[in-house]
């Protein structure tokens, strides 16, 4: 027997449910744990989070996943269907704010590394604002969100669902002192990968990472 097809979830991943058997149990994941909106400790959740990873698409489907970072909160909920998180200055490619002029939907994953060690999901439809602009829209957005820097723009979320990621293959990571400007054994961003000028390749044995695993 053929469960009803969920309020959740895509077209191709009810055909492949269907295809493998996994429907029923796929219907029980989206009655207890997909929500159309922010419960209460998702929200909390979401308000101790100092990163995010984002995944976009252009209007050809084109995906890209970026990340984002900021002081803890700096995704600020506005309220249990709303969120929004400030675009400072970078690189100037706009890969993801430019994938969602095409094409708006929007995929956050929260993951917490050092203390819970689970993540969320939090999916919806994303729209561009200027400071100013979504300052007249909500009043409350917080007005020193990363000392020092101003957003050059806001990306503000619709949720259209949010759930939770599995915490048991989440590694568990301790915060590990962050290399300065200042190291000279710190190679420049542009450099990680390319070798820099000297054409030699991948750069190895360098300290990369601002976690550590936590063994034991």
Not at 53 to 60: K, P, R, V
Not at 185 to 213: C, H, M, Q, V, W
């Amino acid at each position: 027997m053929t469960s009803p097809q969920a309020p959740f979830g895509s077209a191709g991943e009810h055909r492949l449910q269907q295809q493998l058997g996994t429907a029923d149990r796929a219907a029980r994941f989206y009655d207890r744990q997909v929500r159309p909106c922010l419960t209460p400790e998702m929200q909390d959740f979401i308000g101790r989070q100092a990163m995010v990873f984002l995944a976009t698409a252009d209007s050809h489907g084109e995906c890209d996943a970026s990340f984002r970072a900021g002081p803890p909160g700096f995704v600020h909920v506005i309220d249990d269907r709303t969120l929004a998180y400030p675009e400072f200055r970078g690189n100037g490619v706009l890969a993801s704010a430019g994938n969602m002029t095409e094409n708006p939907h929007l995929g956050m994953l929260f993951v917490d590394f050092t203390h819970h060690h689970v993540g969320l999901h939090v999916n919806g439809v994303a729209r561009l604002y200027t400071d100013r602009g979504l300052r007249s829209l909500h009043p409350g957005l917080p007005t020193d969100v990363a000392p020092g820097r101003s957003p050059e723009m806001w990306v503000q979320l619709s949720v259209e669902e949010a759930y939770i990621h599995c915490s048991k293959y989440i590694p568990h990571l301790e915060p590990a002192p962050r290399a300065t400007s200042h190291d000279g054994t710190r190679p420049k961003d542009s450099d990680y990968f390319t070798g820099g000028e000297t054409g030699g390749g991948p750069i190895r044995n360098r300290e990369a990472s601002t976690l550590r695993p936590h063994l034991g």
